[in-house]
Structures are given as C-alpha cells and as structure tokens.
T-cell receptor, first 111, second 113 residues
Framework: GEDVEQSLFLSVREGDSSVINCTYT??????LYWYKQEPGAGLQLLTY?????DMKQDQRLTVLLNKKDKHLSLRIADTQTGDSAIYFC???????????FGKGTRLHILP | ETGVTQSPTHLIKTRGQQVTLRCSSQ?????VSWYQQALGQGPQFIFQ???????GRGNFPPRFSGLQFPNYSSELNVNALELDDSALYLC????????????FGSGTRLTVV
C-alpha cells in the first residue's frame, strides 16, 4: 500500500541543523519530494530526488535517500526563524501522478 | 508568470448544502489536481484533470466532482456537505510532461457547520 510516515514535531535552536526524517512504503515510488507549508499558505516545493539518487544538495538543503530502507531525510543547515513551518515528505510514481503526502513535521525554532 | 490562484479563500457552508471552489492554473499548465487537507493532516488526493477529462481519482465519494475548462481552469464541486468536509482544499497544476512536482495554490478554507 501507499503510506508515508514522518515524526510530527521537531524543535531546533536557531543556527543549528535540522534533520527531518520520513519513511515510505511504496517501492515503486520514483519521485520523492519535500514540501514546505507556512501558516495560511499553500505548499511550496522545496526539493525533490529521484529514486536512483542517494543524495541531493541545494544550498542549505541536503536530501538523503536510502532506497533499501525506504528512508528519506531533509537536512536544513544553519536553521533560521524563517524556516519555521510544516514540512511534508511526499512521493509519487511519476511526476504527473498523484502525490502521496505524510502528515507533516512541524519545525519549531528556538532562539 | 502567474501562479495558481484559488477562490474564495474562505467559505462557511451549512451541512447538506453544495459548494463550488475555483482554481486558475499557472500559465502553460494543462493538468490540475485537487487535494483535501484536513486539520493536522497531509493533503489527500481527490482527483486530477488533464485536457478537460478526469485522469485519476482518489478515495472520495461521487458527491465530490470536478470540471476543467478549455483554458485549463478548474472547479471542485461538493454536494450534500458533511461536517467532515471541513478542510483546506488545495489546487495544484503542472505542465503534464517533464515536470517535477506541482505548483500549489494557497487553498480555500471550507468550514461546514
């Protein structure tokens, strides 16, 4: 079946790194995404990774994929107050297919 | 380049009523998907429209229906509203081919009382 699991809450001090973890069950998932949702806003695509990749880095964001364990993580370096949001892990079989989302991880930044 | 716009932003309806939500897709995008996001949950796929035809549907009853117009804008209609239909409804568009991830609108917050 299709399921995406992620922890619901993460608290990090400003300037530290944040690591948000996710597991998924569908082995046919080819595209894995991280979306960000700020209060009152829609979903913003942060980054994506193909299932044939192990890692992708984009400025402060690093995505790691362990396909064997179906584990995906998002690392945000030098976490800032503007990073406070809900982060959704998501997967799809193709870029045009429906996207299956986790319940989201609320990232709280401590001063 | 304009993004995805949805209207209205907020709506209150009474149980049993019908509602229509609207979405204008991003310029050049011919595929529109609708998602329901209940409070504290991730978005759930309702259905997708491609070139005015339904192109996939999630686990939602038939009282959830949609339309896509020649300009690729879209409507989501919900009949016989129930309290559990209260949610944020998100519209997302993509150019169908070669896209990696949809562009989402800010959503319509529907409250059913």
């Amino acid at each position: 079946g299709e399921d995406v699991e992620q922890s619901l809450f993460l608290s990090v001090r400003e300037g530290d790194s944040s690591v948000i973890n996710c597991t998924y069950t569908d082995s046919s998932s080819t595209y894995l995404y991280w979306y960000k949702q700020e209060p009152g806003a829609g979903l913003q695509l942060l980054t994506y990774i193909f299932s044939n990749m192990d890692m992708k880095q984009d400025q402060r964001l690093t995505v790691l994929l362990n396909k064997k364990d179906k584990h995906l993580s998002l690392r945000i370096a030098d976490t800032q107050t503007g990073d406070s949001a809900i982060y959704f892990c998501a997967e799809s079989i193709s870029p045009d297919d429906k996207i299956i989302f986790g319940k989201g991880t609320r990232l709280h930044i401590l001063p | 380049e304009t993004g995805v716009t949805q209207s209205p932003t907020h709506l209150i309806k009474t149980r049993g009523q019908q509602v229509t939500l609207r979405c204008s897709s991003q310029s050049g995008h011919n595929t529109v998907s609708w998602y329901q996001q209940a409070l504290g949950q991730g978005p759930q796929f309702i259905f997708q429209y491609y070139r005015e035809e339904e192109n996939g549907r999630g686990n939602f009853p038939p009282r959830f229906s949609g339309l896509q117009f020649p300009n690729y804008s879209s409507e989501l209609n919900v009949n016989a509203l129930e309290l559990d239909d209260s949610a944020l409804y998100l519209c997302a568009s993509s150019p169908k081919a070669g896209n990696y991830g949809y562009t989402f609108g800010s959503g319509t917050r529907l409250t059913v009382v």
